[in-house]
T-cell receptor, first 115, second 112 residues
Framework: DAGVIQSPRHEVTEMGQEVTLRCKPI?????LFWYRQTMMRGLELLIY????????DSGMPEDRFSAKMPNASFSTLKIQPSEPRDSAVYFC?????????????FGPGTRLTVL | GENVEQHPSTLSVQEGDSAVIKCTYS??????FPWYKQELGKRPQLIID?????GEKKDQRIAVTLNKTAKHFSLHITETQPEDSAVYFC???????????FGAGTRLTVKP
């Protein structure tokens, strides 16, 4: 397996534009997570899915952020409209459903810069 | 929800010395405690993990200890090498929801 795949790897956009980040989890994994990483706030969990269903989106900063998982092999994180403070590295991760927790495999991340 | 605190935020050691990073968690129901290493510009990767039914686990130069009563766990790296330089994150996860919360990270620098 190629591991978790994210695209694009880098995104530079202007304030007010819509941004869509994409993730393909490892085949067979039941959980998918979206994280945001900044120097100030560290690694923050935004939302996670179990079997394509959103379980906890309490980490989503505000209504400008939305995430979908239409099938087991694809998820998107959308920011509309984007703002400079959204600049960060966004990681997608996936894991198996193992009682008591299991390793999360991270994608390479998308570095987002909002000008 | 779970709150994970990690100390120190930065740690500098001489090559060959040991390094210890400590974390505390708030939710007594948490039972899975992984440690991730993130090199500059790379993704976090698991280096070791421990579950609540185990007090200590070792993998070559890396060991993790867990004190469930005190709700803290620690990462120990012995005989440090320059390639150990990275940011290390602890995390805690509750059962049945895979909701993992990360500590703020420790930037470890190993000086040759």
């Amino acid at each position: 397996d190629a591991g978790v795949i994210q695209s694009p790897r880098h995104e530079v956009t202007e304030m007010g534009q819509e941004v869509t980040l994409r993730c393909k989890p490892i085949s067979g994994h039941d959980y998918l997570f979206w994280y945001r990483q900044t120097m100030m706030r560290g690694l923050e969990l935004l939302i996670y899915f179990n079997n394509n269903v959103p379980i906890d989106d309490s980490g989503m900063p505000e209504d400008r952020f939305s995430a979908k998982m239409p099938n087991a092999s694809f998820s998107t994180l959308k920011i509309q409209p984007s703002e400079p403070r959204d600049s960060a590295v966004y990681f997608c991760a996936s894991s198996l459903d193992v009682a008591g927790g299991s390793e999360q495999f991270f994608g390479p991340g998308t570095r987002l810069t909002v000008l | 929800g779970e709150n994970v605190e990690q100390h120190p935020s930065t740690l500098s050691v001489q090559e060959g010395d040991s390094a210890v990073i400590k974390c505390t968690y708030s939710d007594s129901a948490s039972n899975y405690f992984p440690w991730y290493k993130q090199e500059l510009g790379k993704r976090p990767q698991l280096i070791i993990d421990i579950r609540s039914n185990v007090g200590e686990k070792k993998d070559q130069r890396i060991a993790v200890t867990l004190n469930k009563t005190a709700k803290h766990f620690s990462l120990h790296i012995t005989e440090t090498q320059p390639e150990d330089s990275a940011v290390y994150f602890c995390a805690a996860s509750r059962p049945n929801n895979n909701d993992m919360r990360f500590g703020a990270g420790t930037r470890l620098t190993v000086k040759p």
